[in-house]
C-alpha cells in the first residue's frame, strides 16, 4: 500500500474528496456547557452556533488523545501501509501537532513523519489533499511528507469575523487587540503568516470585508494558477457572494474551488458571520 495519510477535522474537506484521496481524518472535541462532542460526527456548526448564543453557556475545544493518534497510525500500518503522514492545524492554535507528534514518537518516527499545515479550515486541507495526491503516484513517506511542506508554503489563508469578541475568549487573540476593535467598531481581517492569528486590516462593515478580502486573495494569488476554499459560520450568502466576485476577478486561473461551512471547532473560536478564503498556488 502507498503512505497513509491522516488529517483532522478542522480541515473540513468535502467528504467525496476524503473518500476519494483515502484520506483518515481524526475529529476534535468540542465541549457545550460541560457535554463533550466530536467535531463532525456529533457536533456541528449550529450546535456550537446556539451555544454561543446563549447565556451562561460555556463552548471549549481539546485536542484528541495521543494514544487515539497511535491507534489509528497502528491501524494503518497493520493494514499494510508503507509509513504514515500525519497532517495538522497550526500548532499556535491547538495541541493537536503536539498529540500527533507523541504518537509518532511511540509508534516509529521513522514509519509516521507529522507536518504542522500553520493553518486551518482548506488551509490544512491542501496541503492533506497535496499528500495524498502523492502518496497516490508512489511517493515515499519522506517524499509524501515533502509534498505537504510544499502546499503549505503556497497556500495563504484570510478570514473576516464579525467580532474579535470569541477569539479573545479562546484564548487565540491578544486581549489588549480584540478590546481596541471592540471599542472602535471596527471589523477585523484576519490572516496566519506564522501559524498564528494576526490582524491583517480592519473595516467598517461586513461588504467592505468581504471585498478587502477579495482584494487579498488576488493579490495573495499573484500571476499563479490557483485553487480556492471558501468557508463561512452561519453566512451563506457572504460565502457565495465572495466565491462569485473571485471568480470574475481570477478568471481561468482558478481550477478548484470548495466552499462549506466551517466546523463545530472555528464556531467556537471565530463566531457565526466568519467568511474565509483560503489561496492554493498550483506549482
Known amino acids: 500500500m502507498p503512505v497513509a495519510v491522516v488529517t483532522d477535522s478542522t480541515a473540513y474537506l468535502p467528504p467525496e474528496l476524503v473518500h476519494a484521496h483515502r484520506l483518515t481524518v481524526v475529529p476534535l472535541t468540542v465541549v457545550l456547557n460541560g457535554a463533550e462532542g466530536l467535531e463532525g460526527v456529533e457536533t456541528s456548526p449550529a450546535d456550537a452556533t446556539r451555544a454561543l448564543g446563549a447565556r451562561r453557556v460555556s463552548v471549549s475545544t481539546s485536542r484528541p488523545a495521543p494514544a487515539q493518534f497511535a491507534q489509528v497510525y497502528r491501524a494503518l500500518l497493520a493494514?499494510?501501509?508503507?509509513?504514515?503522514?500525519?497532517?495538522?492545524?497550526?500548532?499556535?492554535?491547538?495541541?493537536?501537532?503536539?498529540?500527533?507528534?507523541?504518537?509518532?514518537?511511540?509508534?516509529?518516527?521513522?514509519?509516521?513523519?507529522?507536518?504542522?499545515?500553520?493553518?486551518?479550515?482548506?488551509?490544512?486541507?491542501?496541503?492533506?489533499?497535496?499528500?495524498?495526491?502523492?502518496?497516490?503516484?508512489?511517493?515515499?513517506?519522506?517524499?509524501?511528507?515533502?509534498?505537504?511542506?510544499?502546499?503549505v508554503e503556497r497556500t495563504t489563508i484570510f478570514f473576516y469575523v464579525d467580532t474579535l469578541e470569541f477569539l479573545r475568549r479562546g484564548g487565540r487573540m491578544n486581549a489588549a487587540e480584540a478590546l481596541f476593535g471592540t471599542a472602535l467598531s471596527v471589523k477585523p481581517i484576519m490572516h496566519m503568516p506564522d501559524g498564528a492569528i494576526v490582524v491583517r486590516d480592519k473595516v467598517r462593515t461586513a461588504s467592505r470585508g468581504v471585498a478587502r478580502l477579495v482584494d487579498l486573495a488576488v493579490e495573495a494569488a499573484g500571476d499563479a494558477d490557483v485553487d480556492l476554499g471558501v468557508h463561512h459560520l452561519a453566512a451563506p450568502q457572504r460565502a457565495e457572494q465572495l466565491l462569485a466576485a473571485l471568480t470574475e476577478r481570477l478568471g481561468d486561473r482558478l481550477h478548484d474551488t470548495y466552499l462549506s461551512e466551517a466546523g463545530a471547532v472555528v464556531a467556537a473560536h471565530a463566531g457565526p458571520g466568519l467568511a474565509s478564503v483560503v489561496v492554493h498556488r498550483r506549482p
Do not use: Q
Request: glycine letters at 12%; proline letters at 1%.
Open 79 to 151: 493494514d499494510g501501509a508503507d509509513g504514515v503522514v500525519s497532517v495538522h492545524l497550526s500548532a499556535e492554535l491547538s495541541g493537536t501537532v503536539e498529540a500527533a507528534r507523541l504518537a509518532a514518537a511511540e509508534v516509529g518516527d521513522d514509519r509516521v513523519a507529522v507536518v504542522d499545515s500553520r493553518s486551518t479550515g482548506m488551509g490544512l486541507g491542501f496541503p492533506a489533499l497535496a499528500a495524498a495526491a502523492a502518496a497516490a503516484e508512489g511517493a515515499d513517506l519522506s517524499g509524501v511528507r515533502a509534498a505537504a511542506l510544499d502546499a
